[in-house]
């Protein structure tokens, strides 16, 4: 008997005139890692709540066709008799957290499966090592922790009721590098000790490589491929367009004409001959040093209540006309440094300038009009009650004319996806659709500095090639742009410089080649991009960033 068995799945949310789910038919076998993939929007994370029951009894809408979980049909079995063998980690932690400590938070998990104390207190411990966090977190507050941390501690909290499914919703999505190892070590750990059945929605194509035993690519509430990482990764231009972006291996083979593989280990001892010609005179121009300064920490500290020491003397100048990645492990500052920027806390120490002049200077709204903040959880600043009002208000708070604010908001809507959703209440936005439209009120009041916290969280590589392209021709025009991410290889091919925070101190400042090839990348947690630890592995004169250096790299040593 198959663990998940999906026939003929259509969904429809109330209020919605498509179909979110068309017509799936999906087996999950037993003790497999199935991944699934695809665009933001595909229904990935409908799928994933149908399998649980959630789908069709806690969520209004139309339900057609079938789904059975370890036996028992959803449309009949309650879904909180269903959870007793199913664990899903939603991709938003926070939705989740109802205590006021983490302890509380997994004993709370553990609750109806009436344990004993002494098991409890191991699963605890259990649950949170797998994860990589300590026995110390158990008191301290969900809500206080870093993105990646409150990630973590969902994840354990699903871990410790050892289920026979467990269905992560982008369970790595705002975790560090090494955190992401963490978690995904510690999945192939569980599922190897305990037999578990993994679904695991993921946008990261090389973990998905490396991990999974099958492959499903839905697009537009369809399955669009289906089949092994070798078999699905090898198809690159087709699931590039269905928002899948195959590992740099894989796209790499295939663009100089080999066997397609996807997996590294695989690459090196596959790609060695073809990159044996790589030489440096394919290299990508040197970034612009930009032009004059707009914001400037001078030794900047930030203290939280409690003594928490955030910011340690960080000084940082800004230049108008780049695109600047601010990179390093989860709480490391990244998040407070941006709140400082941007005027939304206070430096207990140092100071920064904007335009020459104090920040303190600066009244609410002239700030904001001057240096624009992306929240890293999109929720943080979304309270209108539709995309269009959402939009519009900072434009109507300026007391701009009706006719250039509807010009203003149409072009926003258009840039970042949300044309269509004008009338649509945020709340019913997928994460992904609420981070767009944060994006959106934001860019539409055209800042001299835009710092966005993590906008790649939860987006398809499609959209987050289409957001850097855009935050890259912004720079561009003169503008100032932070992005907060843990995007490497995207900050690697995009970013003009990349700083690297971390404990609270800038440890590394300067273009992203440099950066990344010195001992600070191992310091900050960095990932390198996989074509650059390929052409180190090999011993290559020139270590690339991006699969299309490697291909311009290749194409000038040969005239």
């Known amino acids: 008997m198959s663990a998940v068995e999906v026939r003929g799945l259509w969904w429809r949310y109330v209020g919605r005139d498509d179909y979110a789910l068309k017509g799936v038919d999906l087996r999950v076998e037993r003790g497999e890692l199935l991944a699934i993939m695809g665009h933001s929007g595909s229904g990935k ?11 069709p009894q806690r969520v209004p809408g139309e339900f057609r066709g079938s789904v059975t979980v370890l036996g028992r049909d959803t449309r009949v079995v309650d879904a909180s008799e269903i959870a007793r063998g199913v664990a899903i980690v939603f991709e938003d932690p926070e939705v989740q957290f109802v205590m006021s400590t983490v302890e509380d938070e997994l004993v709370l998990a553990l609750e109806p499966l009436e344990l004993g104390r002494e098991e409890i207190r191991e699963r605890l411990e259990w649950s949170l090592e797998l994860v990589g966090l300590d026995k110390s977190f158990l008191g301290r507050s969900p809500l206080q922790l870093s993105g990646g941390e409150k990630q973590r501690v969902a994840i354990a909290a699903a871990l410790a009721r050892r289920p026979q499914i467990l269905i992560l919703d982008e369970p790595t999505s705002d975790l560090d590098p090494l955190g992401k190892e963490e978690v995904l070590t510690a999945i192939r750990r569980l599922r190897d000790e305990l037999d578990l059945t993994v679904v ?3 946008h990261e194509s090389e973990f998905v490589a490396e991990l999974a035993d099958r492959v499903v ?77 707009v914001l400037e920490c001078r030794g900047v500290e ?6 928490i020491r955030a910011l340690r003397g960080v000084s940082l100048a ?24 941007s005027g939304l806390l206070r430096p207990t120490g140092g100071e920064v300038l904007v335009l020459g002049r104090r920040i303190e200077e600066y009244d609410r ?12 959880n999109p929720v943080h600043q979304i309270f209108n009650k539709s995309v269009y009002e959402e939009v519009a208000f900072g ?31 945020p709340f019913f936005l997928s994460k992904g659709e609420k981070r767009r439209l944060a994006l959106a009120a934001v860019h539409v009041l055209d800042p001299k500095v835009l710092i966005v916290d993590e906008p790649t969280t939860g987006q398809d590589m499609r959209f987050n090639e289409q957001l850097f392209e855009l935050l890259k021709g912004l720079a561009r025009e003169g503008r100032t742009v932070v992005v907060i991410t843990h995007a490497i290889p995207l900050a690697a091919k995009y970013a003009d410089r990349m700083v690297v925070l971390k ?19 191992r310091e900050g947690r960095l990932t390198l991009p996989q074509v650059t630890r390929l052409a180190l592995e090999l011993k290559l004169p020139f270590a690339p960033l991006s699969v299309d250096e490697v291909v311009g790299a290749l194409a000038g040593s040969r005239r």
């Not at 994370?45 to 789908?55: D, N, Q, R, V, Y």
């Not at 404990?503 to 990348?521: M, Q, T």
């Open 365 to 376: 709204l002239t700030l904001s009009s001057t240096v624009g903040y992306v929240y890293q």
């Open 45 to 55: 994370t409908t799928l994933a709540l149908a399998m649980t029951g959630i789908i």
């Open 503 to 521: 404990d609270g101190r800038v440890i590394a400042d300067g273009p992203p080649r440099e950066v990344l090839l010195s001992p600070a990348a």
């Open 217 to 293: 690519v839905l697009s537009g509430g369809r399955v669009a491929a289906e089949g092994s990482p070798a078999e699905v990764f090898s198809r690159v231009e087709e699931v590039k367009r269905h928002g899948v972006h195959p590992p740099d291996v894989a796209e790499l083979s295939a663009r100089l004409g080999l066997s397609s593989v996807v997996r590294f280990e695989e690459a090196v001892s596959a790609l060695g001959d073809a990159l044996s010609g790589l030489d440096a005179r394919g290299r990508a121009p040197a970034p612009p040093e930009g032009g004059g300064v």
């Open 318 to 341: 800004l230049r108008e006309g780049t695109l600047v990645a601010l990179v390093g492990p989860n709480g490391g500052g990244k998040t407070t440094l941006a709140k400082v920027m």
């Open 200 to 202: 695991l929605i993921e």
């Open 302 to 307: 930030h203290v939280y209540p409690g003594g």
């Open 395 to 425: 434009l109507r708070l300026r007391r701009l004319p009706e006719a250039e604010v509807r010009e203003r908001v149409k072009r926003a809507l258009e840039l970042f996806g949300l044309s269509g959703l004008e009338n649509e209440h």
